[in-house]
T-cell receptor
Framework: SAVISQKPSRDICQRGTSLTIQCQVD?????MFWYRQQPGQSLTLIATANQGSEATYESGFVIDKFPISRPNLTFSTLTVSNMSPEDSSIYLC???????????FGQGTRLTVV | QKEVEQNSGPLSVPEGAIASLNCTYS??????FFWYRQYSGKSPELIMS????GDKEDGRFTAQLNKASQYVSLLIRDSQPSDSATYLC?????????FGQGTELSVKP
């Protein structure tokens, strides 16, 4: 499986600010996804990061709040904008070789908004 | 109706017993199914994938799939305290993994 590096691993941010999370993969991958895991909850898909085009967002998530970039097949960023305490969560980058195969996760970014 | 449903638990089993984890899904078109293990404070780790009806065994783990009943399960034989974690069922729907809420497993020595 690919080696997925996500940073920062954790951060404490002031409300109203923005944080950009980076996801770097050691090999080219077709599919990259961003998930959120709120405290004590399961994983919720935020969006699919599409290489060279706009991300595809799930219901309840919008580009203005969670802008995503994917400039190539090994790198993506997720920005959490205008943060509020409700954005405190773990954000996870995930990659897959194709649309039907298993996905692997980065180590996650634990975000606390104060 | 939730797309992927699991009993949240906690499920407690004694060491050496068989742990049985269950999952149902709503999308009949789903073709790929996965079990992930997540230790507290860590990211999910893939432990099993299954694509065809029937059983798939890997060491102490057996995944079972029944597409007609829209049901997938995970059996853990000879459970160990190190198996204590949250187990997440994931179903591929339209190229995206949709996760259940997870079942917390506790294996008591």
């Amino acid at each position: 499986s690919a080696v997925i590096s996500q940073k920062p691993s954790r951060d404490i941010c002031q409300r109203g600010t923005s944080l950009t999370i980076q996801c770097q993969v050691d090999s080219q991958v077709t599919m990259m996804f961003w998930y959120r895991q709120q405290p004590g909850q399961s994983l919720t898909l935020i969006a699919t990061a599409n290489q060279g085009s706009e991300a595809t967002y799930e219901s309840g998530f919008v580009i203005d709040k969670f802008p995503i970039s994917r400039p190539n097949l090994t790198f993506s960023t997720l920005t959490v904008s205008n943060m509020s305490p409700e954005d405190s969560s773990i954000y996870l980058c995930s990659v897959a070789g194709s649309a039907s195969t298993e996905a692997f996760f980065g180590q996650g970014t634990r975000l606390t908004v104060v | 109706q939730k797309e992927v449903e699991q009993n949240s638990g906690p499920l407690s089993v004694p060491e050496g017993a068989i742990a049985s984890l269950n999952c149902t899904y709503s999308d009949r078109g789903s073709q790929s199914f996965f079990w992930y293990r997540q230790y507290s404070g860590k990211s999910p780790e893939l432990i099993m994938s299954i694509y065809s009806n029937g059983d798939k065994e890997d060491g102490r783990f057996t995944a079972q799939l029944n597409k007609a009943s829209q049901y997938v399960s995970l059996l853990i034989r000879d459970s160990q305290p190190s198996d204590s974690a949250t187990y997440l069922c994931a179903v591929n729907q339209g190229g995206k993994l949709i996760f259940g809420q997870g079942t917390e497993l506790s294996v008591k020595p």
